[in-house]
């Protein structure tokens, strides 16, 4: 799982296959509790999904680009395209769902 740190990294890495963005920052309760979840997802789905994740604190531009006002969120690409958004939370399962309906 790649870390982003600058917007052309994040821009070359979300123009190929199915890739999920996990929006969040180091201070962040929720997102401390996803990180677990959003790592088991990388290496139960390797091969069909790409999972990245994004500082907003270190990336505010990307941030901003796309309207996350919420963290954690995580958003679903395919072959550069916003597919579907997911804000806050979620349990294992219902991300997987959502991630599988765009393999």
Not at 50 to 79: H, W
Request: glycine share 6%; with cysteine.
């Amino acid at each position: 799982m790649a870390k982003i740190v600058n917007s052309e990294e994040f821009r070359s890495n979300v123009n190929e296959g199915l890739v999920v963005v996990d929006f969040f920052a180091t201070w962040c309760g929720p997102c401390k509790m996803l990180a677990p979840v959003f790592e088991e997802l990388s290496s139960e789905m390797d091969g069909n999904a790409t999972f990245l994740k994004v500082d907003v604190d270190q990336c505010g531009d990307i941030a901003r680009e796309y309207s996350i006002s919420t963290i954690p969120t995580m958003i679903i690409f395919k072959n550069g395209e916003k597919q579907e958004t997911m804000v806050g939370f979620l349990p294992k399962e219902s991300i997987k769902s959502n991630i599988e309906k765009y393999l």
